[in-house]
């Protein structure tokens, strides 16, 4: 079992920053992958940026983020961070951590993750 735990969230205006950070613990050396979700109120949830340890650290951004926001790890503290400059009010909504152990086509492809956070909420204001 691999435990989630999110935090950073909060409400900024429109062009702010928030960086969100997800802690990782129990099986860890079971994950190769983590990425970070997010679902707005009535919406499907989106895969949003994703890091791969085993090819490197090598990471994928949704289109909608790309220039935006960077996922990076602290693999000594088992901390996946999301840095997001330039928010708008379209990337409000509950954002969430995940971890697996992957191929590289579903780490970036996929919310085929086994282990969830609980989330936390991002409210941008115009």
């Known amino acids: 079992q691999i435990q989630l735990v999110e935090s950073g969230g909060g409400s900024v205006q429109a062009g702010g920053s928030l960086k969100l950070s997800c802690v990782a613990s129990?099986?860890?050396?079971?994950?190769?992958?983590m990425g970070w979700f997010r679902q707005a109120p009535g919406k499907p949830r989106e895969g949003v940026a994703h890091?791969?340890?085993?090819?490197?650290?090598?990471?994928y951004y949704a289109d909608s983020v790309k220039g935006r926001f960077t996922i990076s790890q602290d693999n000594g503290k088992n901390t996946v961070y999301l840095q997001m400059n330039s928010l708008k009010p379209e990337d409000t909504g509950m954002y969430f951590c995940?971890?697996?152990?992957?191929?590289?086509?579903?780490?970036?492809?996929?919310?085929?993750?086994?282990?969830w956070g609980q989330g936390t909420q991002v409210t941008v204001s115009s």
């Open positions: 995940a971890a697996d152990f992957l191929p590289p086509e579903l780490c970036f492809g996929s919310d085929k993750y086994d282990y």
């Open positions: 890091i791969f340890s085993g090819g490197g650290g090598s990471t």
């Open positions: 129990g099986y860890n050396d079971r994950r190769n992958c």
